[in-house]
Structures are given as structure tokens and as C-alpha cells.
């Protein structure tokens, strides 16, 4: 390749459709990591180009546009997805053409390809920190809910099985179809305050994260009533569902825009600028935005035509992110990340009340989540990590 050359990198994130929300902040997010890539000399003197599709939020309209960019337009890297049904219609497609598929988004773990590599958060990165906060009091009583598909029904799982063994209770559990109605999230809040739990853990994406919180209002519930807690509620969440709805409410998250370090800080003030408008930035933008530029830094330090070396030079690879320093697992390709948990503000933002003073390494793989009598974290994966130094490592 000549050294003027263009690098092309397929970008799937979806401006339109049921899961647009968030994911237009990750299309914001990359888009603006490419900027500042490419006015830094991009790769040692070529532009890094995206080429963005919208796919609309239809699984089948990522698999197909995936296929697209690597055989018609001959992309090494895709950037994108958001669901787990999204990300596993890509994966078919990276597995038989040789590509690489960078996801931003949190999920359920249990999946390792050599042609993908994982920017969000696993169970033991949120999940876990999650239960520990809620168990402070004693045995808090859920309910489980969540669109239907994997992720929001394992992470459903996943913290039941927390709940229960810290010494709380699961009063109930339901999860409702991408089209579900109106109609159908008032009669899921109505069965969930005949039951009154004391909480209400939600894992709805998208516009059906909007609806369930248009419901829980209009049937007169609040945080001090009946708190909802979340690992998908984000800031980007609650710009389309209005701050009044989810004051109050808790998420954990690797990351909030309310963070006051200083990496975070200046990044947010380079994207005003060069934007100028305020950035949505959430979790996953920051997953997104780090994932960009951790790829370009592969890119750098090889051969940028080359699939091997990037992945490669992605691997076992540190990246200074606006959540913390990140690192990637040279051996499951999940990221080290820094769990946090935050309740939401009037003005759309986070107060964050928990977190971390390490970064947590990803343990995807592990089969059981529950609580021993020392709060220890029973696990039959290989390499099992307690719970104890993450209690004595927070900052409240």
C-alpha cells in the first residue's frame, strides 16, 4: 500500500430504530476518536476513513452489511453493535471472512472468537458490584425485568443468584418483546406493585427502556417508593427519557460522564470543541470511543493491512480511556474496567456513590455467581476472583 493511502473501517451502529438511543452516542463517540486520530497524523500518515451503515437495530441488517464492508469494500475492522442478538449475527460473518469486530456494549459473556475482541463490561464487572450494593440492605426483595433476549435473561439470572445467596429474595421475573406495547408495561408494573418489592432490577434496551419508565410514573411509583436499579439505564437513557422519571434510581456502570478525573475531564472538553455540541456521553460511548483508538494504536505499532498484527497489537494493549486505564486481556481479549455505581441526578447525570480503586480484569467465563457466608464469590472458573478486596477497595 502506497503511503497515502486511506485505511477503511467498517462502523455498523444504528441511527434509527429500537435500540438508536444508545447507539447513536456510540456512533458519535467513534466518529469523533477518528477526528482526533486522523488530525494526529492518523496512521503514520494515512487516514483512517469509517465507512458507517445503519442497520437499524435488525440483527439481520448488521449481519448482511458486515458481509458487505469486508467483501465489497475490503474492511479488516468493524466497529459496532449494541445488543447481544446484533453482535452474534456479526460474529458469523467475522468468523467466515477473517475480520475483526470491536463491541463496545456490555453482555452475558461465555463467548470467545479470535475475531473478536470485547470493549464492555462482563457480569463480574458489573453484576457483581451491583449485588454488593444493593445486599447492604438486608435482605432487599426484586423483581426481575428486561427485554427478551440472552443478555437482559442472563443478567437476570446472574443476579438472582446473588440476591438469593446474600440473603435476599426474588419476588418475581418477567421480560417483554422488543414490540411489546404501552399497554404491556403498565400491566407489568401493575403485577410488580401488587407484589411491592423493594426493587426493581431493569435490563430493558432501547425504546422499551423508555416505555417501562413512562409506566412505573404514570402508576405513581418513585425511587423513594420503589427503586429501580440497572446496568443498561444510561445518561443517553435518560436525555430521551427525561431526568424526572429516573431521579434517584441507580446504575453500574464502567463508567459515568459525571467522572471527575482528569482524562475524562479533558476529553469531554476536545469533543465540545471540535464538535461543538455536548457530548451524550455514557458508558458505551466511552467503550466506543476507546475502542477506536485502541485500534488506530495497533495500527500504529504494525502493519495496518494486516489482520494478525492488529489483533495482535490489540491484545495484552493499555489504553489511557476517559473511564481509567483500560487494558485488554492478551488471553480472553475482554477488557480490565473500572466499576462504579451512580444515582441519577435532576440534571441527567450521575452522582457516583461506589467505585472501584482498581480496575477489575474480566472473567467471562466464570459458571456460578453467588455469595458464601464471607461474601466471597462461589465460581467454578478457572481462575476465581473474591469479593472481599472489592469491599475494602470502595470509595463511598
Given at each position: 500500500?502506497t503511503s497515502d493511502?486511506?485505511?477503511?473501517?467498517?462502523?455498523?451502529f444504528?441511527?434509527?430504530?429500537?435500540?438508536?438511543?444508545?447507539?447513536?452516542?456510540?456512533?458519535?463517540?467513534?466518529e469523533?476518536?477518528?477526528e482526533?486520530?486522523?488530525?494526529?497524523?492518523g496512521?503514520n500518515?494515512?487516514?483512517?476513513c469509517p465507512?458507517?451503515r445503519?442497520p437499524?437495530?435488525?440483527?439481520?441488517?448488521?449481519?448482511?452489511m458486515?458481509a458487505?464492508l469486508?467483501?465489497?469494500?475490503?474492511v479488516?475492522?468493524?466497529?459496532?453493535?449494541?445488543t447481544?442478538s446484533q453482535?452474534k449475527?456479526?460474529?458469523?460473518?467475522?468468523?467466515r471472512?477473517?475480520?475483526?469486530?470491536?463491541y463496545?456494549a456490555?453482555?452475558?459473556?461465555?463467548?470467545?472468537?479470535?475475531?473478536?475482541?470485547?470493549?464492555?463490561a462482563v457480569p463480574n464487572?458489573n453484576?457483581?458490584?451491583?449485588?454488593?450494593?444493593?445486599l447492604r440492605n438486608?435482605?432487599p426483595?426484586?423483581?426481575?425485568?428486561?427485554?427478551?433476549?440472552?443478555w437482559?435473561?442472563?443478567s437476570?439470572?446472574?443476579?438472582?443468584?446473588?440476591?438469593?445467596s446474600?440473603?435476599?429474595?426474588?419476588?418475581?421475573?418477567?421480560y417483554?418483546?422488543d414490540?411489546?406495547?404501552s399497554?404491556e408495561f403498565?400491566?407489568?408494573i401493575k403485577?410488580i406493585?401488587?407484589?411491592?418489592?423493594?426493587?426493581?432490577?431493569?435490563?430493558f434496551v432501547?425504546?422499551?427502556?423508555?416505555?417501562?419508565?413512562?409506566s412505573?410514573?404514570?402508576?405513581g411509583l418513585?425511587?423513594?417508593r420503589?427503586?429501580?436499579?440497572?446496568l443498561t439505564?444510561?445518561?443517553?437513557?435518560?436525555?430521551?427519557i427525561?431526568?424526572?422519571?429516573?431521579?434517584?434510581h441507580?446504575?453500574?456502570?464502567s463508567?459515568?460522564?459525571?467522572q471527575s478525573n482528569?482524562?475524562n475531564?479533558?476529553?469531554l472538553a476536545?469533543y465540545?470543541?471540535?464538535?461543538?455540541e455536548?457530548?451524550?456521553?455514557?458508558?458505551?460511548w466511552d467503550?466506543?470511543?476507546?475502542?477506536?483508538?485502541?485500534?488506530?494504536?495497533a495500527?500504529?505499532?504494525g502493519?495496518?493491512?494486516?489482520?494478525?498484527?492488529?489483533r495482535s497489537?490489540?491484545?495484552?494493549?493499555s489504553?489511557?480511556?476517559p473511564?481509567?486505564?483500560?487494558?485488554?486481556d492478551?488471553?480472553?481479549a475482554h477488557?480490565?474496567?473500572?466499576?462504579?455505581?451512580?444515582?441519577?441526578r435532576?440534571?441527567?447525570?450521575?452522582?457516583?456513590?461506589a467505585?472501584?480503586?482498581?480496575a477489575?480484569?474480566p472473567?467471562?467465563?466464570?459458571?456460578?455467581?453467588?455469595?458464601?457466608?464471607?461474601m466471597?464469590?462461589s465460581?467454578?472458573?478457572?481462575?476465581?476472583?473474591t469479593?472481599r478486596p472489592?469491599?475494602?477497595g470502595?470509595?463511598?
Amino acid at each position: 500500500m502506497t503511503s497515502d493511502q486511506p485505511i477503511y473501517i467498517g462502523v455498523l451502529f444504528s441511527k434509527t430504530g429500537r435500540t438508536a438511543v444508545t447507539e447513536r452516542s456510540m456512533l458519535a463517540a467513534t466518529e469523533f476518536a477518528i477526528e482526533e486520530i486522523n488530525a494526529g497524523g492518523g496512521i503514520n500518515g494515512r487516514m483512517l476513513c469509517p465507512i458507517i451503515r445503519d442497520p437499524m437495530g435488525e440483527p439481520s441488517a448488521y449481519q448482511k452489511m458486515a458481509a458487505e464492508l469486508i467483501s465489497g469494500n475490503k474492511v479488516r475492522v468493524i466497529l459496532g453493535c449494541y445488543t447481544s442478538s446484533q453482535r452474534k449475527a456479526v460474529l458469523s460473518v467475522v468468523d467466515r471472512e477473517a475480520a475483526l469486530l470491536c463491541y463496545a456494549a456490555q453482555y452475558e459473556g461465555f463467548e470467545y472468537s479470535e475475531n473478536i475482541v470485547y470493549f464492555g463490561a462482563v457480569p463480574n464487572q458489573n453484576s457483581v458490584f451491583l449485588a454488593i450494593h444493593l445486599l447492604r440492605n438486608p435482605a432487599p426483595r426484586l423483581y426481575i425485568v428486561g427485554s427478551d433476549y440472552v443478555w437482559p435473561r442472563e443478567s437476570g439470572r446472574i443476579m438472582g443468584d446473588l440476591i438469593r445467596s446474600g440473603g435476599g429474595r426474588v419476588a418475581g421475573e418477567a421480560y417483554l418483546d422488543d414490540m411489546a406495547g404501552s399497554n404491556e408495561f403498565d400491566m407489568l408494573i401493575k403485577r410488580i406493585r401488587k407484589e411491592s418489592p423493594d426493587i426493581i432490577f431493569n435490563n430493558f434496551v432501547g425504546e422499551a427502556n423508555r416505555k417501562f419508565y413512562e409506566s412505573y410514573i404514570e402508576n405513581g411509583l418513585d425511587a423513594s417508593r420503589m427503586m429501580v436499579a440497572s446496568l443498561t439505564t444510561s445518561e443517553a437513557d435518560i436525555r430521551e427519557i427525561g431526568a424526572s422519571a429516573t431521579l434517584g434510581h441507580i446504575t453500574a456502570a464502567s463508567y459515568f460522564a459525571s467522572q471527575s478525573n482528569s482524562a475524562n475531564r479533558a476529553c469531554l472538553a476536545r469533543y465540545r470543541a471540535l464538535r461543538q455540541e455536548e457530548p451524550c456521553a455514557n458508558m458505551c460511548w466511552d467503550a466506543a470511543y476507546t475502542q477506536t483508538h485502541v485500534v488506530a494504536q495497533a495500527m500504529r505499532g504494525g502493519d495496518p493491512d494486516s489482520l494478525n498484527s492488529i489483533r495482535s497489537g490489540i491484545l495484552g494493549a493499555s489504553f489511557e480511556a476517559p473511564q481509567g486505564v483500560i487494558g485488554i486481556d492478551a488471553l480472553n481479549a475482554h477488557c480490565n474496567l473500572w466499576p462504579k455505581i451512580g444515582v441519577a441526578r435532576t440534571d441527567g447525570q450521575f452522582e457516583i456513590v461506589a467505585e472501584t480503586e482498581t480496575a477489575i480484569r474480566p472473567d467471562p467465563y466464570r459458571t456460578t455467581y453467588e455469595f458464601d457466608d464471607d461474601m466471597n464469590v462461589s465460581s467454578e472458573a478457572s481462575a476465581p476472583e473474591t469479593l472481599r478486596p472489592r469491599i475494602s477497595g470502595l470509595r463511598q
